[in-house]
């Protein structure tokens, strides 16, 4: 990652929920923290997702989802993006999810999930310690 | 309440008292932090007075319970006389798994329902719609057609128990299954008791589940209230909502304040549309937050009631006390949950419960303990359930009316909200009223703000948050949580299947032309709705009646 270019960040909410005060509160921190965000808004679809990433040209999506439907939208959020060749995107969500359904999203190429009450902190350092570089 | 003499004597008394105990003390013992906050912000002083309430006229500020301005409570004997309705918000999975957990909860001694729709029922979507996918049965339960509805309330008698339904978009058709049901059952529209929360301006807010312009979606609001008030008259028509605003993360006082804004944008559509004030308003309801910081809630709750009794009588020319009640159901804070010591959440709740009493609430629902990991189990609604009993039963808060009044701290705060309330509201007027604030993203930035402020004070460590930035400890996994079937979503759409190929297709087609008309004219959109929903029509073809011919609503996103 050059100095110069900031990590650009799509956070978005898939699929019908409404809760959006976290996937906006960390909309505001990755911004503080220097990043280059863009937040979806509501009701998005898998292909709109990645349509938006692609288009962006994101370093990192994060999904956030507090309607139990993460075991259906995350992983194929990654899906999507390994077809359109962007394998080298992090994906990385929260909200209400299981413990015992990380593991699953974790195979399934999602790099991290981020649970209620997790340090903003914490998250922000974890993109940046994971998110790919650049020439 | 005091005379001249009396408070100049107590301000001579406090001021020596700072200058000699206090004073020794403080030079010996430092507070534990310079300034003192509620959670919402607002600052705390070391010592009220009465010198704090001294400007308090006891008949005009108070008054009695019954009476104008309500600050006491709307009913005469509150609590003595019964407790409020004891109503636990459930649905999951298909409508056979609801109808028995509501069996449940009535024979475990709850008063009335409240039914969880999923996420599509909520956003007018079938659940074999693309964008269902994945969430039927999810955060609710799934109604696709009148035959769900039927199942949902099988052996429960519509003249006998009192139902809220969380929906609000397509309000009007949820109330128009329930209504066809009631008449399946013989059981005359006059009988027929229960809210429907119906209040789309807090779903653009904050809440999302929007699916019509807000023109256009507050005809359906005002129309609902129109027909219920003609046809339905023990119906509450509206539960505007400040809740989701609270959740979303705003302050007490902001709560009551975009949630009375949001009430007089509705009262001013019915009056437009030529609606006595005093034929509509009685049958206006709210739904409110309940935080752990007792005495602030307890404040925000007697002074929303007398400013809304205020705003009804003077702005609106209300002149039927029922009018001017701001009677409100309330549920415990969702957001205030932890995933870290769930356990620990029964205190929250119990303390959250206990204000909602002492504030003087119509109905309530307690919280389950396992809410920020899954839906509630079973065990965890009983828990809940028992909670709200405790308190009625046991902590002795229903035995007196509106026992924290003449509280020099709880006087004061009230004062405070209710000075923060009319300042809001008269902010949001100079700019046009709620549409136009929410059109800026005023309201919205708002909220925001205040949930960034609290997270950054959560963060430094300033506000402490027990088992999240303090007293943290080691846990293992949590087990025994609830899950919903992932077959749900099939089920359903098979069931979609054989009704649209089983139904009676030209009545259908009639019922959806007529619906087509009406929704293009002025008439109320009520009677042809209860026949769509007879012909089985489904949610997700009424709703595309509406996207067509109102459109769909895209919200400019604040962030």
Same mark, same amino acid.
């Given at each position: ?23 906006k ?29 692609l ?18 939208f ?18 990385v ?43 | ?45 070391r010592l ?10 006891y ?5 009695y ?29 298909n409508?056979?798994?609801?109808n ?51 199942i ?34 013989? @059981?005359s529209?006059?009988?027929? $008791?229960?809210? %429907?929360?119906?209040? #789309? +301006? /807090? =779903? ?73 004030v ?19 809630? @307890?404040?925000?709750?007697?002074? $929303?009631?007398? %400013?809304?009794?205020? #705003? +009804? /009588? =003077? ?116 700019m ?58 099939e ?11 089983e ?27 209860i ?29």
């Open positions: 990652m050059t100095e110069d270019r900031k990590i650009k960040i799509i956070v978005a909410k898939p699929g019908l929920d409404g809760h959006d005060r976290g996937a509160l960390l909309a505001r921190i990755f911004a503080e923290a220097g990043m280059e965000v863009v937040y979806t808004g509501l009701r998005q679809t898998p292909e709109m997702i990645v349509e938006t990433a288009q962006e040209d994101a370093d990192v999506v994060g999904l956030s989802s507090l309607s139990g439907v993460h075991m259906y995350f992983p194929r959020v990654v899906e999507l993006l390994r077809e359109k060749g962007l394998d080298d995107v992090l994906v969500g929260g909200g209400i999810i299981p413990k015992e359904d990380i593991p699953e999203l974790k195979k399934a190429g999602v790099a991290e999930i981020f649970g209620p009450g997790t340090p903003t902190a914490e998250i922000v350092a974890f993109i940046k310690n994971n998110v790919r570089t650049r020439d | 309440m005091y005379d001249d003499k009396e408070l100049e004597r107590i301000r001579t008394g406090k001021e020596n008292w700072e200058k000699t105990t206090l004073g020794k003390a403080l030079s010996r013992f430092p507070e534990r932090k310079p300034v003192f906050t509620s959670i919402s912000g607002m600052p705390v002083e009220y007075t009465p010198l704090d309430t001294a400007d308090l006229d008949e005009k500020d108070l008054g319970p019954g009476q104008y301005p309500f600050t006491r409570g709307v009913q005469p004997t509150m609590y003595r006389g019964r407790f409020w309705t004891m109503r636990q918000y459930a649905g999951f999975g409508a056979r798994e609801s028995a957990r509501y069996r449940y909860l009535l024979e475990q001694g709850q008063t009335g329902l409240s039914v969880a729709f999923d996420l599509p029922t909520q956003a007018g979507y079938d659940s074999d719609h693309p964008l269902s996918m994945g969430e039927v049965g999810k955060v609710g339960v799934a109604i696709d057609s009148l035959d769900d509805m039927k949902l309330f099988d052996g429960i008698p519509l003249d006998k128990v009192t139902t809220s339904m969380t929906i609000n978009a397509p309000a009007t058709v949820l109330l128009a299954m329930y209504l066809a049901i009631a008449e399946e059952q013989g @059981v529209f006059d009988k027929v $008791g229960g809210t %429907v929360q119906n209040d #789309i +301006l /807090k =779903e653009i807010i904050c809440r999302g589940q929007y699916i019509f312009p807000p023109k256009p979606s507050m005809r359906l609001t005002v129309d609902l209230i129109d027909y219920c008030f003609k046809n339905v008259p023990r119906w509450n028509t509206i539960s505007i909502s400040g809740y989701h605003i609270r959740e979303a993360g705003s302050t007490a006082a902001q709560e009551m304040a975009f949630t009375i804004a949001n009430g007089i944008a509705y009262v001013k559509a019915c009056v437009d549309r030529g609606l006595a005093d034929s509509f308003a009685p049958r206006l309801s709210f739904f409110f937050n309940a935080f752990t910081n007792v005495l602030e809630e @307890v404040a925000k709750f007697r002074a $929303g009631r007398r %400013v809304w009794a205020r #705003i +009804l /009588k =003077e702005r609106f020319g209300a002149s039927n006390p029922r009018s001017m009640m701001m009677r409100y159901h309330v549920q415990t804070g969702g957001v205030t949950l932890t995933a870290q010591q769930p356990l620990n959440n029964i205190v929250r709740v119990a303390l959250q419960a206990y204000a909602a009493a002492l504030g003087g609430c119509q109905s309530l629902h307690t919280n389950s303990f396992d809410e920020a990991l899954c839906l509630p189990t079973q065990e965890a609604v009983t828990v809940a359930l028992r909670t709200q009993q405790i308190v009625a039963e046991e902590s002795g808060a229903t035995d007196t009316i509106d026992p924290l009044a003449g509280s020099y701290f709880v006087e004061a705060m009230t004062d405070k909200i209710e000075a923060e309330i009319e300042e809001y509201i008269q902010k949001i007027d100079a046009g009223g709620t549409l136009a604030a929410i059109e800026q993203g005023y309201i919205q930035k708002e909220i925001q703000d205040s949930a960034y402020r609290f997270q950054k004070e959560i963060e430094s460590g300033e506000r402490v948050y027990v088992g999240i930035n303090k007293y943290t400890m080691e846990e293992p996994e949590p087990t025994n949580l609830l899950k919903v079937d992932m077959k749900v979503g089920i359903e759409a098979a069931k979609l299947k054989k009704l649209r190929a139904r009676d297709q030209t009545r259908w087609k009639a019922a959806l032309d007529k619906l087509r008309e009406v929704s293009l004219s002025d008439e109320n959109v009520m009677p042809a709705v026949d769509a929903v007879k012909a089985r029509a489904t949610i997700g073809e009424i709703c595309d009646v509406w996207r067509d011919v109102f459109g769909e609503y895209r919200p400019k996103e604040f962030v």
